[in-house]
């Protein structure tokens, strides 16, 4: 007697499941999307809010870089714009990522606001997918973290660039990959298995003199990274508050390095930038980064280029271990090239600072590298064979330290530059020609969510394997008291406003989504509305 009421039951479940598949074809508006990952119209665009919703397992904002390392971009954007909603995939060369993001999170805000818990649902699930280089993830990273929003999305790296180092720290690889369907799909599915981790962040403050003349261009338009970002306000008890002096923030997430690799860098980017069309292959590039090394002469750097070039020559440096305390680093006169390290990847997913037994982290007094940790690893390195030391099983730079800040003084010396790096991203920074200073501040930040595969190389202070933290990360509150006047704009990296819905309003009044954003408008709205949307970055001033 059961026997036919289970095939009953087999079949109702069948007919609502093809009910089911049929509405959300008909939502979609054509086959092939994936549904785990969709995010409906209504929410990306406005408009009509459909009868039947979708609750997606995943749901992902996706950004590329198509300009990225072997230029596999354009096709990545079809192929995802073929498997999602079109409006979730951006590509970065047409638009910036805090502007999608400020205005995705004011529908939200807005759909929560009248009781759409789809809405709710996809603030709360959503994820976001970086595919690009090492600039682009730190450049994603960045803009999360400035816009503090509510619930921040974790963020999923694929990898476009030529080294790849923060993709390989969390378990994404270091290889390009395809652009088809399958290997696009497959990847979605990573993402949406993948684990939460928590990552350290680390603020950048620069100040120098403008340049006038010399080897360097003036700081406008001096050609830095997308994670530095010009500083106008600054302390009145700021002994740098001079006329003349520009100030530098910004933040990385991965390392910050001065010297022989960053120069290396930093030629084959002005190269790619010249010559595009030839660096449209991920082996091409790393054998052209090899070729740089050895033409420059950094096998042979003591015979090929000046001590004056070392960096023991070129700065003064201080780290700062303990809370309020800072003390000189001296490093060895051979030094050429040194790295604050934050993730175990570098250089194409090699580790600097290696795996030191625990007599040495015992007797330096050091701790095992963790990515959450609130320290950096500081390594040294000679030429470019120590550099391949690296390959070794158990091969490493020099240890230097670990610390929670760091501070380069650079004086008038016998150069009158040098070579910057941070996540991927080099530059050729002006040193003193005069007696002025070129300061440079590295400290810990805060934390962000990365998503990590199951082979991750990085590791979390909080896992249970680990040891207990052998220190207390509360250097925010030293920030705080050394500048208190305007420490809440230096506690950003500069890359996006604060996303910040005005006191006392409530926006689900306001019919935000169906509203013109065009300057010529004939939309009438009140001064009050007016000033909201304005404050939210909806419509131009003009409006």
């Not at 072997?70 to 954007?77: F, H, I, S």
């Not at 390392?255 to 660096?279: N, T, V």
Request: aromatic share 10%; proline share 6%; hydrophobic share 35%.
């Amino acid at each position: 007697m059961e026997f036919p009421n289970r095939i009953s039951g087999c079949r109702l479940r069948d007919s609502i499941h093809g009910l089911v598949s049929r509405s959300w074809e008909a939502m979609v508006g054509n086959r092939g999307k994936l549904k785990d990952f969709y995010i409906p119209n209504y929410i990306l665009v406005g408009g009509a809010v459909p009868k039947i919703k979708f609750a997606p397992a995943c749901p992902v904002i996706v950004f590329v870089n198509t300009r990225s390392g072997g230029q596999l971009g354009g096709e990545l954007v079809l192929t995802y714009r073929a498997l999602l909603n079109e409006h979730q995939v951006f590509d970065l060369g047409q638009t910036a990522p805090d502007k999608v993001l400020h205005k995705l999170y004011v529908a939200l805000e807005t759909l929560k606001g009248r009781g759409d818990v789809l809405a709710a649902d996809i603030q709360k699930r959503l994820r976001i997918i970086a595919a690009g280089g090492d600039g682009t993830a730190g450049w994603l990273l960045s803009v999360v973290s400035d816009l503090k929003l509510p619930n921040p999305p974790p963020i999923a790296t694929m990898p476009l660039g030529t080294g790849n180092n923060v993709h390989f720290a969390f378990g994404w690889g270091k290889k390009n990959p395809g652009t088809d369907r399958q290997s696009v799909q497959y990847f979605l599915n990573q993402v949406k298995t993948a684990k939460e981790m928590k990552i350290d962040s680390w603020h950048i403050i620069m100040r120098m003199r403008t340049p006038k003349e010399g080897s360097c261009d003036p700081i406008a338009p001096l050609d830095l990274p997308h994670s530095l970002h010009a500083f106008h306000q600054v302390s009145k008890t700021d002994t740098l508050n001079l006329e003349g002096f520009q100030t530098f923030r910004g933040g990385f997430w991965n390392y910050f390095s001065m010297g022989m690799d960053a120069q290396i860098s930093y030629d084959f980017h002005a190269q790619r930038k010249l010559h595009a069309e030839k660096f449209n292959n991920q082996l091409i590039n790393q054998s052209t980064y090899f070729k740089l090394g050895c033409t420059q002469g950094w096998f042979f750097a003591s015979l090929m280029h000046p001590s004056s070039r070392n960096i023991a020559h070129l700065t003064k440096i201080k780290i700062m271990k303990r809370q309020g305390h800072w003390e000189e680093l001296h490093i060895s006169p051979s030094i050429r090239s040194i790295v604050c390290l934050n993730l175990p990847s570098f250089s194409g997913g090699l580790d600097p600072w290696g795996k030191p037994n625990r007599k040495k982290l015992r007797y330096r007094d050091l701790t095992p590298p963790y990515v959450d940790d609130g320290l950096l690893e500081i390594v040294g390195f000679r030429d470019a064979w120590h550099g391949l030391a690296l390959l070794a099983p158990k091969g490493h730079g020099t240890r230097l330290a670990q610390a929670h800040r760091i501070r380069f003084e650079f004086c008038k010396g016998a150069v009158d530059h040098t070579f910057m790096r941070i996540d991927g991203e080099p530059w050729k920074q002006p040193l003193p020609v005069d007696d002025d200073t070129v300061v440079v501040e590295i400290s810990h930040f805060g934390q962000l969510s990365m998503l990590a595969t199951p082979s991750k190389r990085s590791k979390s202070i909080s896992d249970p394997a680990s040891p207990a933290s052998s220190h207390d990360d509360d250097d925010d509150s030293s920030n705080e008291e050394e500048y208190p006047e305007d420490s809440g704009e230096r506690r950003k990296f500069g890359a996006s406003d604060t996303f910040k819905i005005p006191d006392g309003i409530d926006i689900a009044h306001f019919n935000i989504l169906s509203l013109p954003v065009q300057q010529n408008s004939l939309v009438v709205i009140s001064n009050r509305k007016r000033a909201v949307l304005l404050s939210l970055g909806l419509i131009a001033s003009s409006f």
